[in-house]
C-alpha cells in the first residue's frame, strides 16, 4: 500500500517518496510538486513561461466535480470558527461558504449573506480571510455572491431551532 501525499492528496511516485524506507521526498520533488499543481490547475508546466502578472490572472480554479484537497479542508475546519454575529452560527453551519479554491499564491472563497444589505459583511469578510490564512499561509480573496441565501442550503437547518 502507499502513501499519500498530504499536499496533494494523491499516493507518492517513486521519484518523490521511498515508502520502504520512509525517506522524505528529496529535494527535486519540489519541482514534481509545483508540475502536478500546475497540472491539476490548467497552468503551464514551467514556471519560466509565467510572468508575475499572469501566475496571478491565469489561475484556473479545479473542476466542481474535483475532490477537495486537504488544503480546502482544513479551511472549511478553520471557517467553522467564524460566526455570524446576529444568528449565532458559523458560517459553515449556515451553508454561506459556497466554494473554496486553493490557488497557486492565493486563495479564493466564495460566500453568501444570509441579507443582501448585510451590516455584518465587511466584519464577516475580514474574518473568513483570517481564517483562511491561519491555515494556508497566502492572500485570501473573498467574493461575496448575489445569491438569495435560505435556510435550505444549511446543511442542517434543524440548527436554527424550528423545521422547514
Known amino acids: 500500500m502507499s502513501e499519500?501525499?498530504?499536499?496533494?492528496?494523491?499516493?507518492?511516485?517513486?521519484?518523490?517518496?521511498?515508502?520502504?524506507?520512509g525517506a522524505t521526498p528529496e529535494v527535486g520533488a519540489g519541482a514534481a510538486f509545483e508540475a502536478d499543481t500546475a497540472a491539476r490547475h490548467g497552468a503551464p508546466e514551467s514556471r519560466d513561461a509565467l510572468t508575475p502578472?499572469?501566475?496571478a490572472s491565469d489561475a484556473v480554479p479545479p473542476p466542481a466535480d474535483a475532490a477537495p484537497t486537504q488544503q480546502e479542508l482544513a479551511i472549511?475546519?478553520?471557517?467553522?470558527t467564524v460566526m455570524d454575529p446576529e444568528i449565532g452560527l458559523s458560517v459553515i453551519d449556515l451553508g454561506?461558504?459556497?466554494?473554496?479554491?486553493?490557488?497557486?499564491g492565493r486563495t479564493h472563497v466564495k460566500m453568501m449573506l444570509t441579507t443582501p444589505f448585510c451590516p455584518y459583511a465587511p466584519q464577516l469578510m475580514?474574518?473568513?480571510k483570517a481564517a483562511s490564512m491561519s491555515v494556508v499561509p497566502q492572500p485570501c480573496e473573498v467574493e461575496i455572491l448575489p445569491d438569495a441565501w435560505s435556510p435550505e442550503l444549511m446543511p442542517d437547518p434543524g440548527l436554527l431551532g424550528f423545521s422547514f
Open 4 to 21: 499519500i501525499n498530504p499536499h496533494t492528496g494523491r499516493p507518492y511516485e517513486e521519484s518523490e517518496h521511498a515508502p520502504e524506507t
Open 53 to 55: 502578472s499572469a501566475a
Open 76 to 80: 472549511r475546519s478553520a471557517l467553522e
Open 96 to 104: 454561506l461558504i459556497r466554494e473554496v479554491h486553493v490557488l497557486e
Open 126 to 128: 475580514e474574518d473568513v
